[in-house]
């Protein structure tokens, strides 16, 4: 291979790389701290006003972000928070926190699937409300890529039985992820975040899809 023909070739993948790269933004908006936490990512303290970028690779999927609140952490980072806590500053790849909280899906465009599938999931719980917008491409693919959002009471409005510190229970903590459905207790949140994920065969109404490269921005209470 000629060194110019390996430089075309190595600046026409740095076009591609560049054209498919996604920037997720994360705000907080909240008038407490947030520590925000992501796999992959790690996590970073959010003051109020403070923002967070995440650079994903092209590829990502199954990927996570969430919100923790109440959290005391020791000079190395170790600690616990009142929600969604991993034990750390910056979470492990794998470890998704506690339970209850308000969750953010996505997995960037693959082979087969040329779009990113996103959504927001309150089959955890919620803690925080969010919102999840496109910075570019709004509107595309038939307006299913758009702003989705969960920012309803949920705290002050949660059922008795499903309060906890901090935040409010999901009917599937209790009966079961894989097994929990439609019924009057997933209509709970559907009812207040029709967005969301309210139990696992839930995907009809609650997942979205924009193109691939498209830039976003996670906001905690938006």
Same mark, same amino acid.
């Given at each position: 291979?000629?060194?110019?023909?390996?430089?075309?070739?190595?600046?026409?993948?740095?076009?591609?790389?560049?054209?498919?790269?996604? =920037?997720?933004? %994360? %705000?907080?908006?909240? +008038?407490?701290?947030?520590?925000?936490?992501?796999?992959?990512?790690? $996590?970073?303290?959010?003051?109020?006003?403070?923002?967070?970028?995440?650079?994903?690779?092209? !590829?990502?999927?199954?990927?996570?972000?969430?919100?923790?609140? @109440?959290?005391?952490?020791?000079?190395?980072?170790?600690?616990?928070?009142?929600? $969604? $806590?991993?034990?750390?500053?910056?979470?492990?790849? !794998?470890?998704?926190?506690?339970?209850?909280?308000?969750?953010?899906?996505?997995?960037?465009?693959?082979?087969?699937?040329?779009?990113?599938?996103?959504?927001?999931?309150?089959?955890?719980?919620?803690?925080?409300?969010?919102?999840?917008?496109?910075?570019?491409?709004? @509107?595309?693919?038939?307006?299913?890529?758009?702003?989705?959002?969960?920012?309803?009471?949920?705290?002050?409005?949660?059922?008795?039985?499903?309060? %906890? &510190? !901090?935040? /409010?229970?999901?009917? /599937?903590?209790?009966?079961?992820? @894989? =097994?929990? $459905?439609?019924? @009057?207790?997933?209509?709970?949140?559907?009812?207040?975040? &029709?967005?969301?994920?309210?139990?696992?065969?839930? +995907?009809? =109404?609650?997942?979205?899809?924009?193109?691939?490269?498209?830039?976003?921005?996670?906001?905690?209470?938006?």
């Amino acid at each position: 291979m000629s060194p110019i023909y390996f430089s075309l070739v190595t600046i026409l993948l740095s076009i591609i790389t560049i054209t498919h790269a996604t =920037t997720i933004t %994360v %705000v907080n908006n909240c +008038d407490y701290t947030v520590w925000a936490a992501a796999d992959p990512g790690g $996590g970073r303290q959010l003051n109020k006003g403070n923002t967070w970028n995440l650079n994903p690779a092209p !590829g990502t999927k199954m990927a996570r972000i969430w919100g923790r609140t @109440g959290c005391n952490f020791d000079g190395n980072g170790n600690g616990n928070c009142q929600t $969604g $806590g991993c034990g750390k500053l910056v979470c492990n790849p !794998g470890n998704w926190g506690t339970i209850p909280k308000t969750l953010f899906e996505y997995t960037l465009a693959q082979p087969n699937n040329p779009t990113d599938t996103i959504d927001i999931s309150l089959i955890e719980g919620f803690n925080i409300p969010i919102s999840f917008s496109p910075t570019s491409n709004s @509107g595309a693919l038939g307006g299913n890529c758009r702003t989705i959002r969960c920012t309803a009471d949920i705290n002050g409005q949660c059922p008795q039985n499903w309060r %906890v &510190p !901090g935040g /409010c229970k999901s009917p /599937c903590t209790s009966q079961g992820i @894989g =097994t929990c $459905g439609a019924n @009057g207790d997933s209509r709970f949140y559907k009812q207040r975040c &029709p967005d969301a994920y309210s139990y696992p065969n839930d +995907d009809p =109404t609650s997942t979205f899809s924009c193109p691939s490269g498209t830039n976003y921005r996670l906001t905690f209470c938006p």
